[in-house]
């Protein structure tokens, strides 16, 4: 079975400054990775996906099979990035279940 | 479009009390989720739908949880009887087949008392 791992229930950071968002998964197969976003007020909706290998809103995320982990970055946080972040998995072969995990809640104060 | 539409967004209760919520997709979209998200759990898928068929009810927690699809743009969740620990945030998703993202709704958050 799968599982994905968000080690960080809250993360607090000042604009500016580097943002790591930590997710680190289980899975014996091949497996499409997400991140998903949900800010204040608003729908959960997908950021973005490993294998689109793009850059949204400034975030990126690399997947390292080696170390089973799909990290959210970005270099200079702002202050509407704060929000509940959720990773994802989606097994190969699959064509519908998302594992999540419990999220992380970043904070971007002033 | 206005997305996927649940309702009602807030409902409270009285344990024992049935409970109904509602879903509909996004039109075209023909498979639809709904999830469970609590402190604890985080995020659970419940229940999947394809074409209106339920194909995975293997995260539907107990016998008191059942879900419906009568058509493609309806769905309802129901507990019966409701119990405190089924207080959560309930979300509904739906998607095309062809897609890998999911779209959500708002979310109904259902208190138990």
């Known amino acids: 079975a799968q599982r994905v791992t968000q080690p960080e229930k809250l993360l607090s950071v000042f604009k500016g400054a580097p943002v790591e968002l930590k997710c680190n998964y289980s899975?014996?197969?091949?497996?499409?990775l997400f991140w998903y976003v949900q800010y204040s007020r608003q729908r959960l909706q997908l950021l973005l996906r490993h294998i689109s290998r793009e850059s949204i809103k400034g975030f990126t995320a690399d997947l390292n099979k080696g170390e089973t982990s799909f990290h959210l970055k970005k270099p200079f946080a702002q202050e509407e990035d704060s929000a509940m972040y959720y990773c994802a998995l989606k097994a190969g072969g699959s064509n519908y279940k998302l594992t999540f995990g419990k999220g992380t809640l970043l904070t971007v104060n002033p | 479009d206005a997305g996927v539409i649940q309702s009602p967004r807030h409902e409270v209760t009285e344990m024992g009390q049935e409970v109904t919520l509602r879903c509909k997709p996004i039109?075209?979209?023909?498979?639809l989720f709904w999830y469970r998200q609590t402190m604890m759990r985080g995020l659970e898928l419940l229940i999947y739908?394809?074409?209106?068929?339920?194909?995975?009810d293997s995260g539907m927690p107990e016998d008191r949880f059942s879900a419906k699809m009568p058509n493609a743009s309806f769905s309802t969740l129901k507990i019966q009887p409701s119990e405190p620990r089924d207080s959560a945030v309930y979300f509904c998703?739906?998607?095309?087949?062809?897609?890998?993202?999911?779209?959500f709704g708002p979310g109904t958050r259902l208190t138990v008392t």
């Open positions: 739908f394809n074409n209106n068929v339920p194909i995975d």
């Open positions: 899975y014996s197969g091949s497996p499409e």
């Open positions: 998703a739906s998607t095309k087949d062809t897609s890998v993202e999911q779209y």
């Open positions: 039109s075209g979209h023909n498979s």
